[in-house]
């Protein structure tokens, strides 16, 4: 019924949005779709909803101690749609995304190319990246900081962190599992407990 846990979660606690961001001493990102095939993507970005996650995405990383988050928002298509001739997703559903949350004060900008994005924001040109897909976002992220990157749920009326990679059943009992990513997911889930109003 659910394809994976923030949709379950958000479900069982009757969230009305929820949203996967990934937190890594390198790089942050946020995800506009999350479980969904790739064909599915483009009907499911609309105005409000790419917008309402780039707002969760600003709060959450506010909450986590950065004044002012640098957003930047990531095009759907190859080179950001390159002006129409890609797609026009950017023209129709993301530049208006974005217009809307900095005209309610979110500084945000875009839509930015997915395959140069990501290099700026380890260059710490930007606190938070909001990729339009699950791999567009968890690529980078997974390749930078495997054994430390953590997956939190924003939306719930709880705190709730978990690793940023599967379970990893192979190779349980093992003595192989690395716990990096672990650590630093109960770590922020209490940062962000202690943090909470």
């Not at 995405?57 to 950065?66: E, I, K, M, Q, T």
Request: proline share 7%; glycine share 12%.
């Amino acid at each position: 019924e659910f394809p994976g846990h923030t949709e379950l979660l958000g479900a069982r606690f009757g969230s009305e949005r929820v949203a996967m961001l990934f937190d890594s001493p390198g790089l942050r990102v946020i995800l506009a779709t999350v479980h969904t095939p790739l064909t599915r993507v483009p009907g499911m970005l609309t105005v409000e909803g790419v917008a309402s996650v780039i707002e969760m995405g600003d709060a959450a990383v506010r909450a986590l101690g950065v004044a002012r988050p640098r957003v930047a928002v990531c095009g759907l298509n190859p080179h950001a749609g390159e002006g129409g001739l890609f797609g026009d997703e950017e023209a129709r559903v993301i530049t208006p995304a974005i217009e809307r949350v900095r005209a309610r004060g979110v500084d945000a900008s875009g839509p930015y190319p997915g395959d140069t994005v990501f290099n700026r924001a380890i260059q710490r040109e930007f606190d938070l990246v909001v990729a339009m897909y699950h791999d567009q976002g968890l690529i980078p992220v997974k390749l930078l900081a495997w054994d430390s990157a953590v997956n939190v749920t924003l939306g719930l009326p709880v705190v709730r962190t978990s690793p940023d990679h599967g379970t990893a059943f192979d190779i349980a009992g093992l003595n192989r599992a690395d716990a990096g990513s672990f650590g630093r997911a109960v770590d922020l889930a209490v940062a962000m407990a202690t943090r909470a109003p």
